[in-house]
């Protein structure tokens, strides 16, 4: 069955990531307490793998910066990747 799901709630973004990390425990407050991450959660309940995004989503605040999430991450993931690669590459030029 193919079921079109809401927006998510409060204007929130989703951002893939991975299920795991280490946040801050100013973070973990905030995933506690606020109660837009708790309606995110509960908008996630029927997503395929919502720790894919839930974590990552509240996390990034590049994406979605009107949260004001503590502890968040504030920069631009693919620019970050992108520099990092390029940096890999070039290591490996020199070492050649």
Same mark, same amino acid.
């Given at each position: 069955?193919?079921? @079109?799901?809401?927006p998510p709630?409060? #204007?929130?973004?989703?951002?893939?990531?991975?299920?795991?990390?280490?946040?801050?425990?100013?973070?973990?407050?905030?995933?506690?307490?606020?109660?837009r991450?708790?309606?995110?959660?509960?908008?996630?309940?029927? @997503?395929?793998?919502?720790?894919?995004?839930?974590?990552? @989503?509240?996390?990034?605040?590049?994406?979605?910066?009107?949260?004001?999430?503590?502890?968040?991450?504030s920069g631009?993931?693919?620019?970050?990747? @992108?520099?990092?690669l390029?940096?890999?590459?070039?290591?490996? #030029?020199?070492?050649?």
């Amino acid at each position: 069955m193919n079921k @079109t799901h809401s927006p998510p709630p409060h #204007d929130i973004d989703i951002v893939r990531g991975s299920a795991y990390g280490i946040f801050s425990r100013k973070f973990v407050e905030f995933i506690l307490n606020d109660h837009r991450a708790k309606d995110l959660l509960e908008w996630s309940r029927d @997503t395929y793998s919502p720790d894919e995004h839930y974590w990552a @989503t509240l996390h990034h605040t590049y994406t979605n910066p009107h949260l004001h999430t503590p502890g968040g991450y504030s920069g631009n993931v693919l620019r970050s990747m @992108t520099r990092r690669l390029a940096t890999a590459n070039r290591s490996r #030029d020199q070492q050649v």
